[in-house]
Every structure is written in structure tokens, then in C-alpha cells.
């Protein structure tokens, strides 16, 4: 009688571990969506920022990076010095931006938005504006295929979970 019991409880457990297995690897999906819709969103606030108020591009990178509200997106530049050093401390700071999405974004998705913040400390002032632009652009492009595949994928990964935790179930009985 415990064995067969025993044997339920697995059962019911691989299945459960093998559903909640594929429904995180969709939700994955939907935070890569949701991460680069925080990226348009970053870069045109710090295209409007750019635009309207006046300051250096370091001033600007804080202001925006502590007024801006992101679902996903998650960084400080509270570490950033204004001056000769700021393109290297920003560096640092996409570097470790980089290593805590990495497991999300595409490398190719990702380059875009650190090429456009490192590209404001090499450019003259009316250039910066048109590069947070067509970055902007480019990233709302990534955002159309992301979702696409993310909705395509998502039931992939959903159904695939519970499919394999049944099959595993019946096996353990």
C-alpha cells in the first residue's frame, strides 16, 4: 500500500516540476520582451532628456536612470564620475548590465543598446541625439521579432513541460 502511494506522490510531483520547468523557460521569453521594451523606453527618455534639458551626458545618464520607471531593467550609474573617465566607468557598468542579462537577451540585442550609451561620450552633442534615435529604432525591430517568438515559443515550452512530466508520471507508475 506505501509503495503504491509512494509511487502517486512521485508521480504527481514530476509531473508538477516538469510543468513549472516549462512555464519558466516561456516566462523567460516574456522578460527578454519586456527587457528590450525597457531599453526603447530608457533610450527615448534619454533622447527627450537630451533634447529638452541641458547638462552634460553624464548628468543626464543619472537623471534618467533614477527617473525613468523599467518593468525589467535594472542598473545604476550611481558609480559613474563625470569627466576624462566617464566612458570607462560606463563601461564597467554595461559589463556587469551585460552579465546579469546575459541568460536573456541575445548578444547581437544587447549590443545595441551598449553601443548607443557608449557611442554619447564619443559624440558631439547634436550627433547624440539621432544615435539614441535610430538605436531606439533598431531595438523596437528586435522588439517585433521577440514577440513574435515569444508567443510561438511560449505555448512550445508550456506544452512540451506538461507533456514530458505525463509521460515521466506514467513511466514512474
Given at each position: 500500500m506505501w509503495l503504491i502511494t509512494f509511487k502517486w506522490m512521485g508521480a504527481v510531483l514530476i509531473f508538477l516540476a516538469c510543468g513549472t520547468a516549462g512555464w519558466s523557460k516561456g516566462e523567460q521569453l516574456v522578460r527578454r520582451v519586456r527587457l528590450l521594451e525597457d531599453m526603447v523606453v530608457f533610450l527615448?527618455?534619454?533622447?527627450?532628456?537630451?533634447?529638452?534639458?541641458?547638462g552634460s551626458t553624464y548628468e543626464l545618464?543619472?537623471?534618467?536612470?533614477?527617473?525613468?520607471?523599467?518593468?525589467?531593467?535594472r542598473f545604476s550609474f550611481e558609480?559613474?564620475?563625470?569627466?576624462p573617465c566617464l566612458?570607462?566607468?560606463?563601461?564597467t557598468e554595461l559589463e556587469k548590465l551585460h552579465e546579469r542579462y546575459q541568460n536573456l537577451l541575445y548578444e547581437h540585442e544587447f549590443h545595441y543598446f551598449e553601443s548607443c550609451l557608449l557611442g554619447l561620450t564619443r559624440l558631439p552633442a547634436e550627433q547624440e541625439e539621432r544615435l539614441l534615435e535610430y538605436s531606439a529604432a533598431q531595438l523596437s525591430l528586435l522588439i517585433q521579432n521577440a514577440r513574435q517568438e515569444c508567443t510561438q515559443q511560449r505555448k512550445l515550452?508550456?506544452?512540451?513541460?506538461?507533456?514530458?512530466?505525463?509521460?515521466?508520471?506514467?513511466?514512474l507508475l
Open positions: 527615448n527618455n534619454l533622447r527627450d532628456s537630451l533634447r529638452f534639458e541641458m545618464l543619472k537623471e534618467t536612470a533614477n527617473s525613468v520607471l523599467l518593468r525589467e531593467l558609480s559613474l564620475d563625470d569627466g566612458e570607462t566607468c560606463l563601461i515550452y508550456r506544452v512540451m513541460g506538461v507533456s514530458f512530466g505525463g509521460m515521466a508520471a506514467l513511466l
